[in-house]
């Protein structure tokens, strides 16, 4: 194919119908025109002729030390014309579209996969390893006192505490979009699996004070296992304090005749060694890829993963 036939742009709302039409056709996820808008998708996509025959869609991220991320959500290149590079040019052409990123992220599932050799080969590193940890048929020996934000009206109430919360116990860390009045309403309400989820926040208070909080979903996504899975935890990293919002979430599942609880983290989260205390197993592994930009590397060390943030 002559490369005068190809021709490469980024997102322009005025083609999203087009573009909404050609991901129909992809294995991932669908996303509605209502989510692309409201979370602000952005892409890259390559055209042969009048047609896309790839595209790379993704989330615009600014972490706390004010890096630029985008986060690649449901990359996909036509059948047909996989294999031939098209991928990889579409990838290349990213930067000289959006000049003022400094990362592109992907978690692209099965380690050492097809997805992630893809990626590897197309310049990206692997930034951190996440454990997939699952408890069954937990032991419920104790009850904590709780309370549940289980609706918009209710989350809304409490989110200034939410977001004091995750910025006292992540205030070291980055990688991930900061917390603000809008963020969880998005995430939420247009999350990527959205119809596949029903949110709650469990969290814990002392002396009328919220000091600690899990956001989960009871789903039963992928494998049909209804279960409970936990997207996001802000609590002191003691086992104590730790301990305490876990057993809430505990009571929670009893609650909803719930079995089976998933919760994903980074190797070198101090949560991993609570959880296997606890008795959390090891589900699977991946990593999260990174392609760097500007040249400044990340330091892993202080990169942490909340599951709510990948959609």
């Given at each position: 194919?002559?490369?005068?036939?190809?021709?490469?742009?980024?997102?322009?709302?005025?083609?999203?119908?087009?573009?909404?039409?050609?991901?129909?056709?992809?294995?991932?996820?669908?996303?509605?025109?209502?989510?692309?808008?409201?979370?602000?998708?952005?892409?890259?996509?390559?055209?042969?002729?009048?047609?896309?025959?790839?595209?790379?869609?993704?989330?615009?991220?600014?972490?706390?030390?004010?890096?630029?991320?985008?986060?690649?959500?449901?990359?996909?290149?036509?059948?047909?014309?996989?294999?031939?590079?098209?991928?990889?040019?579409?990838?290349?052409?990213?930067?000289?579209?959006?000049?003022?990123?400094?990362?592109?992220?992907?978690?692209?599932?099965?380690?050492?996969?097809?997805?992630?050799?893809?990626?590897?080969?197309?310049?990206?590193?692997v930034l951190i390893y996440i454990y997939s940890l699952e408890i069954k048929k937990f032991k419920l020996t104790k009850f904590v006192?709780?309370?549940?934000?289980?609706?918009?009206?209710?989350?809304?109430?409490?989110?200034?505490?939410?977001?004091?919360?995750?910025?006292?116990?992540?205030?070291?860390?980055?990688?991930?979009?900061?917390?603000?009045?809008?963020?969880?309403?998005?995430?939420?309400?247009y999350h990527y699996y959205k119809k596949y989820y029903k949110f709650y926040f469990i969290y814990l208070k002392k002396n009328n004070?919220?000091?600690?909080?899990?956001?989960?979903?009871?789903?039963?996504?992928?494998?049909?296992i209804k279960r409970i899975d936990i997207l996001e935890i802000a609590c002191d990293r003691t086992y104590k304090f730790f301990n305490?919002?876990?057993?809430?979430?505990?009571?929670?599942?009893?609650?909803?005749?719930?079995?089976?609880?998933?919760?994903?983290?980074?190797?070198?989260?101090?949560?991993?060694?609570?959880?296997?205390?606890?008795?959390?197993?090891?589900?699977?592994?991946?990593?999260?890829?990174?392609?760097?930009?500007?040249?400044?590397?990340?330091?892993?060390?202080?990169?942490?993963?909340?599951?709510?943030?990948?959609?």
């Amino acid at each position: 194919m002559s490369n005068k036939s190809q021709k490469i742009y980024k997102y322009d709302i005025s083609k999203l119908t087009e573009i909404l039409n050609f991901l129909k056709k992809s294995p991932n996820t669908k996303r509605t025109k209502q989510s692309w808008i409201k979370k602000k998708i952005k892409a890259v996509i390559l055209k042969i002729g009048n047609k896309i025959i790839g595209i790379i869609p993704f989330e615009n991220v600014i972490d706390i030390q004010k890096n630029r991320i985008a986060w690649i959500t449901g990359a996909y290149v036509s059948n047909k014309f996989q294999g031939q590079g098209f991928g990889s040019i579409i990838l290349d052409s990213f930067k000289k579209l959006y000049k003022n990123y400094d990362y592109i992220f992907a978690l692209p599932g099965q380690i050492n996969g097809k997805a992630a050799k893809w990626y590897i080969k197309n310049k990206f590193k692997v930034l951190i390893y996440i454990y997939s940890l699952e408890i069954k048929k937990f032991k419920l020996t104790k009850f904590v006192n709780y309370s549940v934000a289980k609706n918009n009206i209710e989350i809304k109430k409490n989110t200034s505490s939410f977001i004091n919360i995750h910025k006292n116990f992540n205030k070291s860390f980055y990688c991930f979009p900061v917390r603000n009045y809008s963020y969880w309403n998005n995430q939420i309400n247009y999350h990527y699996y959205k119809k596949y989820y029903k949110f709650y926040f469990i969290y814990l208070k002392k002396n009328n004070k919220i000091i600690s909080y899990a956001l989960v979903g009871i789903t039963s996504i992928k494998d049909k296992i209804k279960r409970i899975d936990i997207l996001e935890i802000a609590c002191d990293r003691t086992y104590k304090f730790f301990n305490n919002t876990i057993f809430a979430v505990y009571n929670f599942a009893f609650k909803n005749n719930i079995n089976v609880i998933r919760i994903q983290v980074t190797k070198n989260d101090m949560m991993k060694h609570f959880l296997f205390k606890l008795g959390f197993k090891i589900r699977w592994k991946t990593y999260l890829l990174y392609r760097n930009l500007n040249g400044t590397n990340l330091n892993k060390k202080f990169v942490r993963f909340f599951g709510i943030d990948y959609i």
